[in-house]
């Protein structure tokens, strides 16, 4: 009987042993069949504003024009599509297509908060349909107030404040209209809209000032933004 039970559990031993490497091998062939499928990738970029020194995605806001390309990835190269048909879609609607079409332009929605779904399609490549489709997201544009000031607290005699814009329909700053406020008033003078000068000669220490941006593009209803900021006189 006893070794009746070892037989058994030798026996045991030896399936779970064939068992997790039959896996291992079906797993590694499946991993190597999804790393040689041919893989679809777009990119894009908003055609919006943003300071110089931004170095991330342009986001598209309402009416902003998208530049969206797409590329293929096969066996460990890039694809040339030049002579592929390619289709484009927004929404689930057809937008465009033709021979060699790895890019597109289109306009975003009227009114921030929308998601576009973009596809792009090869309808014949190795006898198969291969797509991809991403989501481009319509953000409200910024109104951002720069300040050398993390913890709030401002000192001196005078301190600078400066006005950033993100995601405006707009090529320059100069295109853009800016007013600011300080607790709730304009400010008596201004040299440039794209900086603050705030006077605190006569502001007594541990008083709380409230400094506001407001930004928009001219003749575009939905384009505006507004920051308020509140800072404590040291």
Same mark, same amino acid.
Do not use: C
């Given at each position: 009987?006893?070794?009746?039970? =070892?037989?058994?559990?030798? *026996?045991?031993?030896?399936?779970?042993?064939? &068992? %997790?490497?039959?896996?291992?091998?079906?797993?590694? &062939?499946?991993?190597?069949?999804?790393?040689?499928?041919? $893989?679809?990738? =777009?990119?894009? $970029?908003?055609?919006?504003?943003?300071?110089?020194?931004?170095?991330?995605?342009?986001?598209? *806001?309402?009416?902003?024009? +998208?530049?969206?390309?797409? !590329?293929?990835?096969? @066996? !460990?190269?890039?694809?040339?599509?030049?002579?592929?048909?390619?289709?484009?879609?927004?929404?689930?609607?057809?937008?465009? %297509? %033709?021979?060699?079409?790895? /890019?597109?332009?289109?306009?975003? #929605?009227?009114?921030? !908060?929308? +998601?576009?779904?973009?596809?792009?399609?090869?309808?014949?490549? /190795?006898?198969?349909?291969?797509?991809?489709?991403?989501?481009?997201?319509?953000?409200?544009?910024?109104?951002? =107030?720069?300040?050398?000031?993390?913890?709030?607290?401002?000192? !001196?005699?005078?301190?600078?404040?400066?006005?950033?814009?993100?995601?405006?329909?707009?090529?320059?700053?100069? @295109?853009?209209?800016?007013?600011?406020?300080?607790?709730?008033?304009? #400010?008596?003078?201004?040299?440039?809209?794209?900086?603050?000068?705030?006077?605190?000669?006569? *502001?007594?220490?541990? &008083?709380? +000032? %409230?400094?506001?941006?407001?930004?928009?593009? #001219?003749?575009?209803?939905?384009?505006?933004?507004?920051?308020?900021?509140?800072?404590? +006189?040291?």
């Amino acid at each position: 009987m006893r070794n009746h039970h =070892i037989h058994h559990v030798l *026996t045991a031993f030896l399936v779970a042993i064939i &068992a %997790g490497g039959v896996f291992l091998v079906m797993h590694r &062939a499946a991993a190597q069949t999804a790393a040689t499928e041919p $893989r679809l990738f =777009i990119t894009w $970029r908003a055609d919006t504003y943003a300071p110089a020194y931004f170095s991330g995605k342009l986001m598209p *806001t309402g009416n902003s024009v +998208v530049n969206a390309s797409v !590329g293929l990835f096969d @066996d !460990g190269r890039f694809v040339d599509l030049s002579m592929r048909q390619i289709y484009w879609y927004l929404n689930g609607e057809f937008a465009a %297509g %033709g021979v060699g079409l790895q /890019r597109i332009y289109f306009r975003t #929605p009227s009114r921030p !908060g929308d +998601v576009v779904a973009l596809r792009a399609q090869l309808p014949d490549y /190795r006898g198969k349909v291969i797509l991809k489709t991403i989501s481009v997201p319509v953000v409200f544009p910024e109104a951002v =107030i720069e300040a050398p000031a993390p913890i709030g607290k401002i000192t !001196g005699d005078s301190f600078l404040f400066f006005a950033r814009p993100f995601f405006f329909n707009v090529k320059r700053f100069s @295109d853009l209209v800016i007013s600011w406020q300080i607790n709730g008033q304009p #400010p008596e003078f201004t040299t440039e809209p794209e900086t603050l000068a705030l006077d605190l000669t006569k *502001t007594s220490s541990g &008083a709380t +000032v %409230g400094v506001a941006l407001d930004m928009a593009t #001219p003749n575009r209803l939905f384009e505006s933004g507004r920051k308020e900021l509140f800072f404590v +006189v040291e």
